[in-house]
């Protein structure tokens, strides 16, 4: 379908949704405190946001044991790169444009926490060895200058009730990852073996570190 006529201007905007107010534009900040960093140290899962050489955008997963994405400093952190499918779509992105985005959530809180800043990748194996998880190291590693650190409020989290176990789904109601590689594909390729060779890896905990 076309696209509608849409809004083309912030005024346009702002007559809709109207101005934020001095309190949440003051929460804003450069770096974290003793308050804002218990959002990092306490998150196992933060979606990262990066922007593509020709203009798009690429949000990416990534989990962990909490406390994954180490705090350098007030204004510093450093997100290690486990191992994952090679694409690479975060790190080649990096590679071009700096600029990252982070939202931090932990499970059961409905405020998310977000950075955003300029990144680096790193391969320093000294700065990357506190980052092992069952005796791995990761060879590379997303260094962060925090630009902007706020936390978001629970609007949305309370909207999706998210974290309510009885809205979970069961993933037997959706396609396997092979059926959905399947669907991409015109060759015979075997689902089944795919998702059950898959599951195996995992059970063994084969590629994770």
């Known amino acids: 379908m ?5 809004i083309s201007d912030e005024a346009q905007l702002r007559a809709i949704i109207g101005e934020p107010s001095e ?3 003051s929460k ?10 218990q959002f990092v140290e306490r998150s196992p899962f933060v979606c ?10 690429d949000v990416s997963p990534r ?10 400093d007030e204004r510093t952190l450093l997100l290690p790169d486990r191992t994952g499918n090679r694409i690479a779509d975060t790190l080649t992105n990096l590679l071009r444009d700096s600029r990252i985005g982070l939202l931090f959530l ?4 409905g405020d998310t926490f977000r950075v955003n800043g300029r990144a680096v990748l790193t391969d320093d194996a000294e700065l990357l060895a506190p980052s092992a998880v069952e005796g791995r190291p990761p060879r590379l590693g997303i260094v962060v200058a925090i630009e902007e650190a706020y936390t978001q409020c629970s609007k949305a989290l309370i909207r999706s009730d998210l974290w309510n176990p009885a809205g979970h789904v069961d993933r037997g109601e959706l396609p396997t990852n092979g059926e959905l590689l399947r669907s991409l594909r015109d060759d015979d390729f075997d689902a089944g073996q795919y998702d059950k060779e898959r599951a195996e890896r995992y059970a063994r905990r084969e590629g994770l570190y």
Request: charged residues 20%.
């Open 2 to 6: 076309d696209l509608p006529a849409g």
């Open 23 to 25: 309190l949440v534009v």
């Open 28 to 37: 804003i900040s450069d770096r974290l405190n003793p308050l804002t960093r």
């Open 48 to 57: 990262v946001a990066t922007t593509r050489p020709d203009g798009g955008m």
């Open 63 to 72: 989990g962990d044991p909490a406390g994954f994405v180490r705090i350098l």
């Open 106 to 109: 932990i499970p059961g809180v």
